[in-house]
């Protein structure tokens, strides 16, 4: 471990803990040293270990056993989503290619399904939401302002699909995206620059046509799911 500077101690000491537990250099059942002993290793006051033991608690990352010792517990099978962020890109700003090809596959299946729910629930009142969207990416060429507002629509499709699954799903892949934004800017530049296919989608939710939005979201986000594999060399 490596001795904390003191800005935001207890994030770092946070930081530091879920790291070595997401990589597994902490195992699944082994025992975090005392709140003394990390205090003393770590160079902080057992004030700043004390809450960062919390917070890895709320992740469901560690367990206090009854007697006090903390216990590192199965984040794959106790975690949710929220850890996606972390387990994609590492403090030092590494991304995971496992975790990231992971992504790619559950955002190809749930793209169709929630734009078939949006022109199920979000008819007229999305699509009309939608239009300046669309109508800002026809007047731009500008990559990482089509970037923005590609993910603009997409958030307000999500809303407009009314389930909160999707939403709460969508809200932790947020994160994880935004963890790598700057490193996707170029690589799913030609998903960003498929305004066409996000226009024909905006049409079909507001004539409710659920197959046809399946239909275009997938070939829609198909583009960059063909780029981010090939950037991650996955056939």
Not at 4 to 33: F, H, M, N, T
Not at 145 to 152: I, P, R, T, V
Request: proline share 3%; glycine share 8%; net charge neutral.
């Amino acid at each position: 471990m490596e001795n904390i500077q003191k800005i935001s101690i207890s994030e770092q000491v946070y930081i530091q803990l879920r790291d070595r537990i997401l990589k597994k250099v902490l195992p699944v059942g082994a025992e975090l040293p005392s709140e003394r002993e990390l205090s003393e290793t770590l160079g902080v006051n057992r004030g700043a270990v004390r809450e960062a033991i919390k917070r890895l608690q709320q992740a469901r990352l560690v367990r206090v056993r009854h007697g006090g010792a903390t216990q590192v517990e199965n984040f794959e099978a106790e975690g949710g989503l929220e850890l996606l962020p972390s387990l994609m890109v590492s403090a030092q700003g590494q991304v995971n290619l496992e975790v990231a090809r992971g992504i790619v596959a559950l955002r190809k299946a749930l793209a169709p399904v929630v734009a078939g729910q949006a022109a199920v629930h979000g008819g007229k009142a999305l699509a009309d939401a939608l239009k300046p969207v669309i109508a800002n990416m026809q007047t731009t060429s500008e990559l990482p302002k089509l970037q923005q507002l590609a993910f603009d629509f997409w958030a307000l499709v999500v809303q407009g699909s009314g389930n909160v699954v999707f939403k709460l799903a969508f809200n932790s892949m947020n994160q994880t995206y935004l963890a790598a934004w700057n490193t996707l800017t170029l690589v799913m530049q030609d998903e960003f620059r498929d305004v066409n296919t996000l226009a024909q989608l905006a049409q079909a939710i507001e004539a409710g046509e659920q197959r046809r939005c399946e239909v275009l979201a997938r070939q829609h986000v198909e583009l960059g799911s063909r780029a981010l594999n090939a950037a991650l060399g996955t056939a």
